[in-house]
């Protein structure tokens, strides 16, 4: 487990197109709340004010949904060219003494603080260890990824995220289950299925 004096920023990607949810989906709602702000709860409730977010299309709409008064807010005027883009503006708005960045998408509405605290408790500290998140036969995001990948994060471009670091040998790689992690939402029908879904289970 990391020792108390390390430094770790939330960052919440919420930059993207929407292209295929016809609107923009960082706006839309579950439980009342937009899924920007959900996801910003959630980084606020584990890393306090050290929470970084990062948005780009439609930026007015997004910056409306968030209604957050703390942390950090980037915008990436290159949001078009991909998740890749977004990531390198994060880590290079990160303080220089930062010790990992904990890096969230806003648009998968099921991940939790407790989950976003459960990696936090895997690290174990160490500058080249990433604690991925494990569903569905994969590791992705939410992702801890410490500060001996920060020059390579700033290098990403385009549509190319952090995966590629899994494999690295420079790095290890540890994992938190979370089947959850797995739900993102795309398309309409996508929340409409998950809004069935918390309607069946408050039943």
């Not at 009342?32 to 780009?56: F, K, N, S, W, Y």
């Not at 299309?57 to 703390?70: E, F, I």
């Not at 880590?91 to 603080?113: E, G």
């Not at 899994?166 to 795309?186: G, H, N």
């Amino acid at each position: 487990m990391p020792q108390p004096q390390q430094t770790v920023f939330a960052v919440v990607l919420a930059a993207g197109t929407s292209s295929r949810f016809g609107e923009t989906k960082q706006a839309a709602e579950i439980d009342g709340a937009p899924l920007v702000r959900r996801a910003l709860q959630a980084a606020t409730r584990v890393c306090g004010d050290r929470v970084i977010a990062v948005i780009g299309h439609d930026a007015a709409t997004v910056l409306r949904s968030m209604q957050a008064n703390s942390g950090f807010l980037v915008v990436n005027e290159d949001f078009e060219s991909g998740l890749g883009s977004s990531i390198a503006l994060a880590a290079r708005a990160c303080p220089p003494q930062s010790d990992a960045l904990l890096l969230m998408l806003a648009d998968q509405p099921l991940v939790t603080a407790d989950h976003l605290d459960a990696l936090l408790r895997r690290w174990s500290g160490a500058a080249n260890e990433i604690v991925a998140t494990a569903y569905a036969d994969t590791e992705g995001p939410p992702v801890l990824l410490p500060s001996a990948t920060f020059d390579d994060l700033r290098r990403l471009t385009g549509d190319t995220g952090a995966r590629a670091l899994f494999r690295d040998a420079r790095f290890s790689l540890k994992t938190v289950r979370f089947e959850d992690a797995a739900v993102d939402i795309d398309t309409p029908s996508d929340l409409r299925r998950i809004l069935r879904r918390r309607i069946t289970r408050s039943e």
